[in-house]
């Protein structure tokens, strides 16, 4: 009741009592009746009615409103929830204006003073009038509330679209960054005097990386085996630059060419054991990444955690959720134990394109 006290609620109120109005004064003109014209409004027949049409009109189209309301925060409209919230509308209206009209009609008619030639024909057409406006109100209502949901997923989804863009920008971004750059110069130039079969070896891998990461810049989706293709480039060069500290196992048991992931994703997680673990020769960070059936990669490594000067922000896993989400209600999963921290990322199928839209419901 106190939301009707705010600046909203009066605008909702104002309209909801100027459509009573409307819908009663189109009422009386239509129903047949001997009367005297703007007295008909203030002798007791008039003040009943227009009093129980204002009762009726505000109590099923707000409780129609909330029944909405906690649809749309439950998952959304659809035909049968719909159906649903029509129903209950209507098991709350239905034995309300029986029971007020029948005790107008029949024990406290004359208390009232209400004037009617035949009281059982007037009860049926109130009854029934009242019914047919109350199924009107709230379809209508529905159809609104279904126009909005409906705008909303538009926003949300251009909202995705934007941040699936961002997240996308960013992750390249990073990549192509003047720091790893120079991590893999600065490889490369020790190489050079210690091995240069490796150090030529270092440049194509790096080359190749970059490749990808060019070739691929307008994509934020590519395939399973080009993804690994440049993974193993990836894990190559991490390999060669932590020596023994690092361990990246690989076990992929799918036809890769039939799905799809995120580009740059099974890199981010590498990057993200990296960044948040310590690790030496003789305590190496093992890194797994393994498939799951058909259904998803798993992202596995040993736990030492690194004691950061900021706290993380898990940015770059919030990165893959908001992509992945872009295109499926699977979850990427995150557990963490005592001793090991995994990501479960789904796996696309190759023709997916298009976003799905209950994945932002």
Known sequence: MKNYFTKKGLRKFFFRWMVVNVVYLMIKATVEHEGEGFLDFVDPTGIFYYVTAFLFFMVTWEYNDRLIYEQLKAGGLDLK?????????????????????????FPFKDT??????????????????SWLLATAVVFINLFYFSIKQKDELTRQMEDLRREMMASQYTALKNQISPH?????????????????????DFVTRLASSYRYILDNRGHDLVSLR????????????????????????TNINVVTENYSIPTLSLQMLVENALKHNLYSKERPLHIQITTIGDAALAVKNNLRKR??????????????????????????LVREETASFEVTIPLLDKGITEMNVLAIS
């Open 81 to 105: 929830n719909s159906l649903l919230i029509f129903g209950k509308t209507m098991l709350l209206l239905v034995p309300m204006t029986t029971l007020i009209y029948y005790l107008a009609l």
């Open 112 to 129: 009232i003073g209400i004037v009617c030639e035949d009281p059982v024909l007037e009860f049926r057409s109130n009854i029934f009038r």
């Open 180 to 200: 790893f750059l120079f991590n893999s110069l600065n490889t490369l130039t020790s190489l050079m005097y210690e091995d240069r079969d490796l150090a030529s």
């Open 226 to 249: 080009k993804e690994l293709g440049f993974l193993d480039a990836f894990v190559f060069m991490m390999n060669v630059r932590h020596k023994e500290a690092v361990v990246i196992e």
């Open 307 to 332: 004691d950061l000067k900021e706290e993380t922000t898990r940015l770059g896993l919030k990165n893959i959720k908001k992509r992945y989400s872009f295109y499926t209600n699977q979850q990427v």
